[in-house]
C-alpha cells in the first residue's frame, strides 16, 4: 500500500486536496508511527545524537514544570521529562500509539493537533512548556494552532518548536526535478516525499521559507527568544562519519524558543 500523509505550513483552504486529505494523515500515522519509533531509538539516529539533546538543554530544569507535548509519539520524550521532575503533563498525537507503561503525572492522549480545542482532557488547563517536536507542519491551520497553544501557556511559559531545516527540502526537489535551490526554495506547490522511516508512505508538503515561519510566529503573537541550529558532537562525528556526511547535506533541524507577547 501507499500511503499520502498531509504535512503543511501555511493555512489550507478548505476545498484543497490537501485539507480533504486531512483524515489521510492521521490515518498514515497510525501505520508511519512504529516506524518512526524504531528509527529514532536507534544508536546513530539524529534525533538521539542531535535533536533531542538539543530541546532537551533549551527546556532546562523541568522539576514542577507542567508540560504540554504536542504530536509526542509515542510520549517517550514526555516520559523522560516526567522521570525527570515534569509534573500534570500531557501528550497529543493523532496515531495513539504511545507506550504503555504509565507514570504518575503523565497522560498521553489520541487528538488532534489541529483541534486543541476539542481535546478532552486539555480544557481549561495551562502548561508551562508546550512542545511541538517535528509536529508542526501537520497542523491545518499553523497560526490558529499556535494561537490556541498560546493561550494555554502559563506566566513565564515558553512554546519549543522544531522544523526541518527548508533548504534540505528545496535542495532534494531541486536534484530531482533538474531546478535551481532558489526556484524550489520560493516555490509554493505542494510536493511529495518519502521519509526514510517507511518507503511505502509518502507525506505530501507545503514548501514554506524561514520568513514563512518567522511570520506565522508574528501572527500567533509569538516573538522569537532563541532560535538554534543543533549540531554534532566532535565525539559524535568521530563515531558517525556516515551522520555527519548526511548532515554536511541536509543541513538538520531549526529550534525556535518563542514566547508570547503580552496582550490578546
Ligand atoms: C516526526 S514525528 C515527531 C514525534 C515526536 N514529537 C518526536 O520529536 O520524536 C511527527 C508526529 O506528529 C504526529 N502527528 C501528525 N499529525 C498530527 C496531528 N494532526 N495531530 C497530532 N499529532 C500529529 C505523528 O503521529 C507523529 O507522532
Redesign the pocket.
Known sequence: MFCVVAASDGPQHPTSPHRARGAD??QA?LEL?PD?ERA?TKEDSL?RLVEWPAQRDILGDVTGRSVL?????NGG?LSELVRDGATDSVG????GNFLSAQLPGLELIQ????ELDSVPGLAGRTFERILF???FG?AKDPVRTLQVARGMLADDGFILLTRTQPIRYALERAAKNGTSLGEEYFSTAQFSYVSGWNDEIALTKRPYTISDLINVFSAAGLWIESATEPQLSEDARRRYPHKQAWMNKNLGILIFKLRPHPGP
Open positions: 494523515s492521521g500515522w508511527a518512526y529514532r534525533d507535548d504536542l504530536g509526542c509519539g520524550k497529543v498525537d493523532i496515531s487528538g488532534d493537533l489541529s517536536l517535528q509536529s501537520y
